[in-house]
């Protein structure tokens, strides 16, 4: 076996390695793959929102706020070592009140005022 094949055979495996360490949990049964999955999915339809002009920037500041609350409590969750039935419903409650929210504030009457390119009248 050559060199270059050689290094490039142990640096495919080192670079493997530190993949798969670092999809693992650092402490068991705290891994809320599907809270955080739809968390992420929430942030991006408040991104979207926001950017169409369908939210405001009060509406979407007071939905980042929902979404904190969450984290935090999902934080909390995490803080002894497990995350209990009891707690994972507890966190997908807020998750399903926060997309209603987000529902509710994207399709409601207020919308971003357009900017305007035009310069103002004299």
């Known amino acids: 076996m050559n060199t270059k094949t050689l290094i490039a055979s142990l640096f495919v495996t080192a670079i493997s ?3 798969f360490a670092q999809t693992a949990p650092s402490i068991p049964g705290t891994n809320t793959p599907k ?7 929430q942030e991006k339809r408040i991104a979207q929102g926001q950017a169409s002009g369908a939210l405001t920037n009060k509406e979407a500041a007071r939905l980042q706020n929902r979404e904190t609350r969450l984290t935090n409590a999902e934080a909390a969750a995490k803080a002894d070592g497990n995350v209990t039935q009891k707690e994972r419903t507890k966190l997908k409650h807020m998750e399903n009140k926060d997309s209603r ?4 504030q994207k399709h409601d009457a207020q919308v971003k005022p357009a900017s305007s390119t035009t310069p103002p009248a004299p």
Request: glycine content about 0%; proline content about 0%.
């Open 101 to 104: 929210a987000i529902k509710r």
């Open 35 to 41: 809270i955080d999955a739809r968390h992420a999915n």
């Open 17 to 19: 390695a530190s993949a």
